[in-house]
């Protein structure tokens, strides 16, 4: 089925179709003008009495739909700056490993010989450097401390250069990195190296998705961390011998973050996240809040996580 543009008054006659209750049109034209009734429609799916009619449980207010949608922007808001935290951490503390142990220029600590060649990964090396030395060329010249070190000494020092490689190329570095290189650094943050070759890539999701505004508090990734003691400290259930929550969802997110933010940067996202989870449910009338934090994949007792050493 192909669709076909719709004007303002059009989708909001589809909403009501649909069953939606709105109670100022004007505002909810307004609403649908500044944030896209498609986007805005991802945050229908709870409210829903089947997935197959599409139509709306019986007192659904189109200003709780919208509610929820500012939800999930605070919340990205909240993730995304805890996520800059770690991403800058990553940085200097990769860039403190690898200049302390293979020099600081360029041809030192972006040397082939630095990285793991082992079972065939050679290309993945030489392919990975080369995206870093583009991504340096492409983004160094829009940086004053780049320019500085190229116009001034001739070469910049990783520790500069980390500043304009993105968070994926970061995450990527890691899985090309030596062992020995590998445990220094997670030893940084207190645990394995295979723990951290799966965190970083999911941060790295979670970050592109924060800073492109896409929905984020049903979220999944490809990727799943491993069983540990904050499932068995929350006492998440189980299906079929895999917990429910903190996998692929927003609290394997929490998780990841407990374990590489400071104590107090983690209680603050807590008590952040906590804030407006009230507020939303203070907006709420058709769902419990319930049904929200099981989509999320967070369990409701998640702030006991905080309390975990």
Known sequence: ????FKTIDEQIEILKSKGLEID???YAKSVLLRENYFF??????LFLKSPKDRMFLPGTNFNELYALFNFDRQIRNIFFKNILIVENNAKSIFSYQLSRKYGIREKDYLNPSNFDKSNDKSRQVNDLLKKIKRQ??????????????MTNYGYVPFWVVVKVLSFGLISELFTIMKREDQKEIAEVYGIAPDALLVYLPILANFRNLCAHEDIMYDHRTQRTIEDNKYHAYL???????????GKDDLFALIIIL??????????????????????????IDTIELDKILDRMGIPANFREIARVD
């Open 258 to 283: 407990k374990q590489l933010l400071s104590k107090d940067d983690f209680t603050l996202l807590i008590n952040e996240l906590s804030y407006e989870l009230d507020i939303l449910d203070g907006k």
């Open 136 to 149: 340096i060329r492409v983004n160094g010249g829009q940086h004053s401390a780049t320019m500085h070190y």
């Open 1 to 4: 089925m192909i669709k076909t």
């Open 235 to 245: 006492n998440i259930p189980k299906t079929d011998g895999e917990y429910l929550y």
């Open 40 to 45: 805005l429609s991802g945050y229908r799916h």
């Open 24 to 26: 100022d049109i004007n």
